[in-house]
């Protein structure tokens, strides 16, 4: 009778068929490859919301300057830039965990959400601090926001592996925002290194912890969430056994 029980159930597997006992809803949440593709429209979300919202101040200050036939969104902002900065916020927070776990450091610094909104208003303060704030120079500022990013990153991160990557892609974002202000996609005001402006590596850098810290949590909570849907499911198993 046992071996029967054992063959069935072989053969409802095999043949692809989802447990009962399971059910399709616990089923869908214990996916993960679905909770990665929701973590990652999330990502994608406040990454687009942000990039709105911080590119109106930009704008409104002046400090960053569109070509007429490229403005086309409510916010005066080019139509491919929240896209744009969706696309690499998701890619930051997914890469972040998934980098802990390479290094096999889980982060574990001040994980819980207050944090990481606590976080996301010191990155909206940087940010805004470099559109309103008016300093004696250009060096000045770079230094002031340069010194902001590291206190946000030793606040909310602490990790090397934090820092390093948010170095490597603050780089990578600066080197790519030259290479479209060269080509005149769009300008800056008052550009003092080489066609930009000298603080955005602080304000990429910001950002990158941001999403990072961001995706960290997302990450944990779906890892919380997928670990209780198996729970309940074998408790569910169970109990219809």
């Known amino acids: 009778m046992a071996d029967s029980t054992v063959v069935s159930d ?4 095999g043949s692809g068929q989802t447990d009962p006992s399971r059910g399709p809803y616990i089923a869908v949440i214990t996916n993960r490859s679905t909770t990665l593709v929701i973590r990652g429209f999330m990502l994608f979300s406040i990454g687009v919301f942000l990039a709105l919202v911080l590119n ?15 403005i086309s969104s409510i916010f005066s902002s080019a139509w491919w830039v929240p896209p744009c900065c969706g696309t690499a916020s998701a890619i930051i927070g997914l890469l972040y965990p ?22 996301v208003a010191v990155f909206v303060g940087i940010n805004h601090a470099s559109a309103k704030v008016d300093f004696a120079n250009n060096v000045q500022l ?5 010194a ?8 909310f991160d602490r990790s ?9 892609i603050a780089l990578l974002a600066t080197l790519s925002t030259q290479l479209l202000v060269y080509n005149g996609v769009f300008q ?36 919380a969430s997928l670990t209780a849907a198996e729970n309940l499911s074998l408790c569910v198993g169970r109990s219809s056994s």
């Open 56 to 70: 109106l101040l930009q704008v409104q200050r002046n400090v960053t300057l569109f070509p007429p036939d490229v």
């Open 98 to 119: 998934c980098i802990d776990c390479r290094l096999g450091e889980p982060h574990k610094f001040k994980r819980e959400w207050s944090s990481v909104m606590r976080c």
């Open 142 to 146: 770079s230094l002031t926001l340069a």
């Open 188 to 223: 800056y005001t008052s550009p003092d290194f080489l066609y930009i402006r000298s603080w955005l590596p602080c304000i990429f850098f910001a950002g990158v912890i941001t999403m990072g810290n961001i995706g960290r949590q997302l990450a944990l909570a779906g890892t």
């Open 10 to 13: 072989q053969q409802r597997s």
């Open 148 to 155: 902001l990013s590291i206190g946000l990153w030793w606040t």
């Open 160 to 168: 090397r592996s934090g820092f390093g990557l948010g170095v490597v």
